[in-house]
């Protein structure tokens, strides 16, 4: 054949190369970076495909390593995820990949193919095999964000493939030279194949489990907050019944001065009883009548002062809300329970929360601020996470809050610098609870 129309369709084999890795990477990750240098590492990737074509010999372990390597820089690159996932990633598919190649290979030589026959077929057979995986994955693998596993798992995980590529390669040398082995080359290589599913399957079970044990620390924060509501609510109601039982009292002594025309007395102690409901409402900086946001508010309020923490409170909102008591209580108690915690790590005198909330044309909006010491991390989704060293018990206030606000088509939205955290929540009513 001409070489020309061999280097050519090389060249084109090579592009080919890059669309199913691409795809696989869409498959499997969700969120592009947008990093430019994208471009570059998918170019040097693709030089790597075409390095062969040009008369370079690269052994196949160090062609493995690098490819690996590469695949692993530009999912990195590309796509915003754990590093352990992206590890995972480059592992399994490079395994995958080699051992594809290796089994089409074998059973070519076993049907008879050589030389450049064999090679043009088998190239085209398991480009056109991984193509077909490509699409089969973009279908059927979740692309939702997901939840790293602990990385003595993840090492376990990629041992399996990263071994099972070792031994392929090592399978493929003995029956080069021994064409006895190759009904065992072909065995192992379906073998090792359905074993790097089988642990795919693992793998995607230890992150249901990782998930489902994130949700159920959400969970159990969540029945916590509305456990506290609740004490406080009956703490209230409690206060209330005493009041009207000792208002009793009050009328009882208010008509015995009047019948007696003890009225200068009777106007003292009428004084007295004002001065005295009034200083035990002082606390009170929310009376929209919604009885969960006032109690919630107010409570708050009470521990911010006695904390020394300055608390100013604008809320603006009808009795009636059409959200649920359960999500306006995990709204209102994470956020103020993330800025009171905050302010507490904050130096005496700079301690302060503003609380602005309003309800207009069925919207519900709520802002937080607060002063807040060191630094915020990010994550690499550009969400907020806890500095503290049990990561995996704290930080889920903001992700409680987002779930509230999800169920009403709402959004939130957290910025942090110069010394200041604000958050944002808003929910629409008009939508209904999803």
């Known amino acids: 054949m001409n070489p020309i129309f061999t280097y050519v369709g090389s060249l084109l084999t090579s592009c080919f190369y890059i669309l199913i890795m691409h795809k696989l990477m869409k498959a499997f990750f969700s969120c592009p970076s947008g990093n430019p240098l994208r471009f570059v590492v998918w170019t040097v990737y693709y030089i790597l495909q075409v390095v062969p074509i040009i008369g370079v010999v690269i052994s196949p372990p160090v062609m493995f390593s690098l490819n690996m390597s590469l695949v692993l820089i530009i999912s990195s690159i590309s796509y915003d995820a754990g590093i352990k996932r992206h590890c995972i990633f480059s592992v399994l598919v490079c395994a995958v990949w080699m051992l594809m190649e290796i089994s089409v290979d074998i059973i070519l030589r076993l049907a008879g193919m050589e030389g450049w026959e064999l090679q043009t077929a088998g190239t085209v057979i398991s ?4 193509y077909l995986l490509a699409i089969t994955a973009g279908h059927y693998v979740r692309r939702t964000e997901q939840r790293d596993i602990p990385f003595r798992y993840a090492v376990a ?14 399978i493929f040398l003995i029956t080069a030279q021994h064409e006895e082995y190759t009904s065992f080359a072909i065995i192992s290589g379906i073998l090792l194949l359905l074993l790097i599913y089988m642990i795919f399957e693992v793998y995607d079970r230890m992150v249901d489990d990782a998930e489902a044990q994130e949700k159920n620390l959400l969970y159990e924060q969540e029945l916590d907050l509305l456990n506290r509501h609740a004490q406080e609510r009956e703490a209230y109601d409690m206060e209330m019944r005493r009041l009207r039982h000792d208002m009793k009292h009050h009328m009882s002594s208010l008509l015995g001065m009047l019948q007696g025309d003890d009225t200068k007395q009777a ?18 900086v929310s009376r929209t009548g919604n009885a969960i946001v006032d109690s919630l508010v107010n409570h708050k309020c009470g521990i911010a002062r006695a904390e020394g923490i300055v608390f100013d409170a604008n809320v603006f909102l009808p009795a009636e809300l059409p959200f649920l008591g359960g999500h306006l209580t995990i709204v209102f108690g ?28 069925e919207v519900l909006m709520i802002a937080v601020t607060n002063p807040y010491r060191g630094e915020r991390r990010k994550n690499r989704m550009g969400k907020y996470v806890t500095t503290k060293k049990d990561c995996r018990s704290h930080g889920l206030g903001l992700s409680s809050v987002e779930q509230a606000a999800e169920a009403y088509c709402g959004q939130v939205v957290a910025d942090g610098q110069d010394g200041v955290f604000r958050v944002s929540v808003v929910m629409y009513g008009s939508e209904g609870q999803k």
């Open 127 to 130: 480009l056109m095999l991984m």
């Open 157 to 170: 995980v990629l041992t399996v493939p990263a071994g099972s590529a070792y031994l392929m390669h090592n």
């Open 267 to 284: 106007e003292e102690y009428v004084r007295g009883m004002l001065q005295g409901a009034s200083e035990c409402r002082a606390e009170d």
């Open 334 to 361: 994470n956020l103020l329970d993330n800025a009171l915690e905050a302010c507490r790590e904050v130096g005496e005198g700079k301690r302060y929360v503003t609380l602005d909330v309003s309800y207009e044309k």
